[in-house]
């Protein structure tokens, strides 16, 4: 067994990781529900398929994570920063995102109903085939790549709410 993958395929729901060193692990495929890894460095990490939903990710550092598939329900991920994330098919309906940095993180196929995306820099998104059902984009930072790739009927949604970069 790879030493990354102590995590793997694990129920870590009731697991305090306050000393754990967590860059670069994997977590894929495991049951993380409600755990707290506010303000955690963990770049790197492969969270794809994991259940996350009502977990605290607040001011984590998720440059480069893997979060494809992932169950990220009623998440709080406000103020972290998930530079080229991949969150391809997540869901993250009713999660809290507020002054979250997204940039280059692909949403494609993302379930964003009812999330929280006040704040929040767009730049270089793709949401590509995202649901954003009363998404608020309140003071959100976008540009025109990220404009592109968004549904046509949000366009204008985004554009009233949010600043262009």
Not at 51 to 79: E, K, P, Q, T
Not at 89 to 101: E, I, V
Request: proline share 1%; hydrophobic share 35%.
């Amino acid at each position: 067994m790879n030493p990354s993958d102590v995590f793997r395929k694990r129920n870590l729901s009731k697991i305090n990781f306050e000393y754990e060193e967590l860059i670069g692990k994997d977590f894929s495929d495991a049951n993380m529900k409600g755990v707290n890894l506010k303000n955690r460095d963990i770049h790197n990490a492969d969270f794809s398929c994991s259940d996350l939903s009502g977990a605290d990710l607040s001011g984590a550092i998720l440059f480069n994570v893997n979060m494809r598939g992932a169950d990220l329900r009623n998440a709080n991920l406000s103020g972290a920063k998930l530079w080229d994330a991949e969150l391809y098919g997540a869901d993250l309906r009713g999660a809290d995102l507020n002054g979250a940095d997204l940039f280059y993180t692909d949403l494609r196929s993302v379930d964003l109903s009812e999330a929280n995306l006040s704040g929040v820099n767009l730049r270089h998104s793709n949401f590509e085939e995202a649901v954003l059902e009363s998404t608020n984009f309140i003071g959100a930072n976008y540009d025109l790549h990220t404009l592109e790739t968004i549904s046509k009927n949000k366009k204008p949604e985004l554009e009233k709410q949010g600043f262009q970069w």
